[in-house]
């Protein structure tokens, strides 16, 4: 059960900006979990693992779709009061599970996040398809907090695949829209929305809205963060040819929903 209610206003200000803030969102209890959970992952790193940062600047570890091997993510995504967030936030009546993404920048990681839309990098098309992102840690502008461009889900625009903490094209993703505009050479430009957070608060954003994140400048303080991704009713498969398709896909049609082991269906009305 959720702890906190979710309000209509926090629901609008999803639709318009395309993020919402969501305050004491999760127990201690879960947050305690997830913290053992990271240390078991950064322990034994799974075979999607990445660090962005330069040898003895900090690390920016990355790390995705940890629950097959690990009981504590699966733990969090079925039983956290994610799911009914996510349905509610949706206004779903059928919500998918689609991937967890680990992101953690430990004290003098210089790589910002750079900006991004998270939907080019994943196998769906459609409106429904939303992220959860769940600090760990205490987080200001200087430890690594994200930063939104407000409404730019609503642009109608899909931007090339960069690597998120190295701000280089990915040479084999489709082109799609072009690069995504340079929002830091015209921040007056557009309405940028920076949010500093407490373990137990969570943002809640669209796979199409433009976002980043700060370094971590800060010389003791981690910032750890779960994002996981949901998707509902009218987000359908959508395969991408540089993201390689696994088995666990076999059964879905392009342009048909989501589901099986690769997608499973968490919950419905
Ligand atoms: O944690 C970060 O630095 C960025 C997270 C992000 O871009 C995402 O979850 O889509």
Redesign the pocket.
């Known amino acids: 059960m959720a702890v906190i209610p979710i309000c209509d206003e926090t629901i609008a200000a999803y639709d318009a900006d395309g993020v919402a803030l969501l305050r004491g969102a999760f127990l201690e209890s879960w947050i305690s979990l997830l913290r053992e959970a990271v240390e078991q992952v950064m322990f034994e790193p799974g075979p999607l693992s990445k660090n962005y940062a330069e040898p003895g600047r900090g690390k920016f570890f990355t790390d995705h779709h940890m629950h097959h091997g690990n009981p504590l993510f699966a733990r969090f995504i079925k039983e956290s009061p994610a799911v009914e967030i996510a349905a509610r936030m949706l206004k779903a009546r059928r919500l998918n599970y689609v991937d967890e993404?680990l992101?953690v920048?430990e004290p003098g990681t210089a790589n910002p996040?750079y900006w991004?839309q998270?939907q080019p990098y994943y196998e769906v098309a459609g409106t429904q398809f939303a992220?959860f992102?769940i600090p760990l840690d205490p987080v200001t502008a200087e430890t690594?907090a994200?930063k939104f461009v407000k409404g730019s889900h609503l642009w109608g625009k899909l931007y090339r695949p960069i690597r998120?903490g190295l701000g280089e094209v990915v040479e084999q993703a489709d082109v799609l829209d072009g690069l995504a505009p340079d929002i830091d050479a015209e921040p007056g430009k557009y309405d940028i929305a920076m949010f500093e957070m407490d373990p137990g608060d969570c943002l809640f954003f669209n796979g199409a809205v433009l976002?980043g994140?700060q370094p971590n400048l800060s010389t003791h303080t981690r910032r750890r963060?779960l994002?996981l991704r949901f998707a509902a009713d009218d987000v359908t498969w959508q395969p991408r040819s540089y993201i390689p398709s696994r088995p666990e896909t076999a059964d879905l049609v392009a342009g048909g929903p989501l589901g099986g082991d690769e997608y499973p269906e968490l919950w419905t009305a």
């Open positions: 993404h992101l920048k996040t991004h998270d992220s992102w690594g994200m998120i976002h994140a963060a994002s």
